[in-house]
């Protein structure tokens, strides 16, 4: 009997980690989701690999872009100590590094990265408005993550924490 409780009590935990990284990401993708009316976001996900479509290229982006944020919150529940405020900083400095990294990142890797490697994917010559518009996406997409961690950490920081 121990052994089904067990392969039970595994099977429970991997559905709970697979749930705890898909779902940021599903709700990231419905929310990004209105970048998409812009031709050029709409040719910039159509371009990637490893479909060459759209909707599939779109949907792996958006919910991998999301690991970051939710291993980031695993790894300050597994690694920090709960005591004080130390949750609270430690997710207000994983939140402030990854949305830095996406807002000045990704424009640069898409607009420098992607058309030297092979993914000629603006139609209209990388100008100014397509790295407005990547930062602009950018921080929107980081703003999705950012301010429930940013909640968090300021509940957790108040008299009595959790």
């Known amino acids: 009997m121990i ?6 009590t595994r099977a429970v935990g991997w559905v709970a980690v697979v ?5 940021p990401g599903v709700v990231a993708t419905v929310l990004w989701a209105p970048f ?6 709409r040719s910039l996900f159509a371009t990637l ?6 909707s599939p290229t779109y949907v792996a ?17 597994a690694v920090v100590d709960p005591a004080g405020v130390a949750w609270s900083n430690a997710f207000l400095t994983v939140t402030l590094f990854v949305s830095v990294l ?12 992607l058309p030297r490697i092979g993914f000629d994917w603006d139609p209209t010559g990388y100008g100014w408005s397509t790295w407005a518009l990547l930062v602009v996406g950018s921080a929107w997409y ?8 940013v909640a968090v950490s300021l ?8």
């Open 3 to 8: 052994p089904l409780q067990s392969i039970g």
């Open 19 to 23: 749930v705890a990284l898909l779902v």
């Open 36 to 41: 998409l009316a812009v031709n050029r976001i």
């Open 49 to 54: 690999p490893p479909t060459g479509k759209l």
């Open 61 to 77: 982006v958006a919910i991998g872009a999301s690991v970051p944020y939710v291993a980031g919150f695993l790894a300050v529940l």
């Open 102 to 113: 996406y807002v000045v990142g990704l424009p640069v890797v898409c607009i420098l990265g």
């Open 142 to 149: 980081a703003t999705l993550f950012a301010v429930p961690l």
């Open 155 to 162: 509940v957790l920081a108040l008299p009595g924490g959790y």
